[in-house]
């Protein structure tokens, strides 16, 4: 991603002689205000263009979060009751002390994460 870069006003160009006022100097500074207005409104329309991005993705990731967020509550109360605490209480015999040890405990019972990664 690009800096952003510090934008200050931007003062026309003096040379250190002045010109001479005739009819070419005009049309020349014409030619120049000319060239720098239409450089200025394409960036605008790309700046527009831009937004007009940004906001449909925005809409988009909203009703993405929307959609997940529906779907865990879902999957949440569809699940199994075999994560009920209930079903954690009952060990195997077998297992020594150190073996329960290294078990990785869920800090909730019943709650698990799953990850995923997306590209776009």
């Known amino acids: ?4 870069i510090s934008r200050r006003i931007i003062q026309p160009k003096f040379s ?4 001479q006022k005739n009819q070419a100097t005009v049309y020349l500074e014409i030619y120049q205000l000319a060239v720098e ?5 394409a960036e605008l329309q790309a700046i527009e263009k ?7 993705r925005l809409e988009a990731i909203a009703e993405q979060i ?4 529906k779907s865990a509550h879902e999957i949440k109360s569809n699940s ?6 209930q079903a954690e209480t009952t060990q195997d015999p077998v297992q020594s002390p150190a073996e329960k040890k290294s078990e990785p405990k869920d800090p909730q019972p ?3 994460l799953e ?3 997306l590209d776009y």
């Open 115 to 117: 990850t995923m990664t």
């Open 16 to 19: 250190t002689m002045p010109r």
């Open 37 to 41: 207005k239409n450089r200025l409104q």
């Open 66 to 69: 929307d959609f997940l967020e």
């Open 110 to 112: 019943g709650y698990h």
């Open 80 to 85: 199994p009751e075999s994560e009920s605490p």
């Open 1 to 4: 991603m690009r800096s952003p």
């Open 50 to 56: 831009r937004k007009v991005n940004i906001s449909q």
